[in-house]
C-alpha cells in the first residue's frame, strides 16, 4: 500500500520552532513505512526534529523525522521494548 494522508495526524503541539508529535496509522509492515518515500506526501506538514509514533501491521515505532527538499526520512527509531 501506499501513505494515507487520512491515517495521518501532525496536530501534536510544535508550537513555534518546537518541535510536533504527530501520528500515523496504517496496516502497512515496518519495511514499507521504512522504505525510501514513504512519508514524501507529508512533508509540508513535518519538520526536521519532529516525531513521528506509526502503528503499522507488524510493529509500532516512534521515529526522529527528518526533511530536506521535500524528502522525509524517519531517521532513528525508538523501540519501545528496548525503553520498558
Known sequence: MAF???QFD????GFNASPKIGSYKTTDNKAAVQGAG????????????????VAM?????LYWVTVAAGV???SQQIDFAAVA
Open 4 to 6: 494515507d494522508i487520512k
Open 10 to 13: 501532525h496536530s501534536g503541539g
Open 38 to 53: 514513504y512519508f514524501n506526501n507529508a512533508a509540508d506538514a513535518l519538520k526536521t526534529g519532529d516525531l513521528l509514533y
Open 57 to 61: 501491521a507488524d510493529d509500532n515505532k
Open 72 to 74: 522525509v526520512t524517519l
